[in-house]
């Protein structure tokens, strides 16, 4: 790993959470990890960010929202 960003849960990421939730059918939890992602990708332009997940709904949906992703577990 290059780098592992931190983002706090803020306002911004609990409006994200709320756009993907309803746009992708996922659980409150994934909608807010999913939310922190996004705002930490448009807050420092990082477009090849890669959201790090396990199961099959959410790197789904993170894939569905521009991101490459990667489950450590394969």
Known sequence: MKRLIEQPVNPQVLEAANIVIDRHYLRALDAVQLGCAIVARDTLAAPEMRFIAF????????????????????
């Open 55 to 74: 199961g099959r709904i959410t790197p789904q949906r993170a894939r569905a929202e521009g991101f490459d992703t990667w489950n450590p577990c394969n």
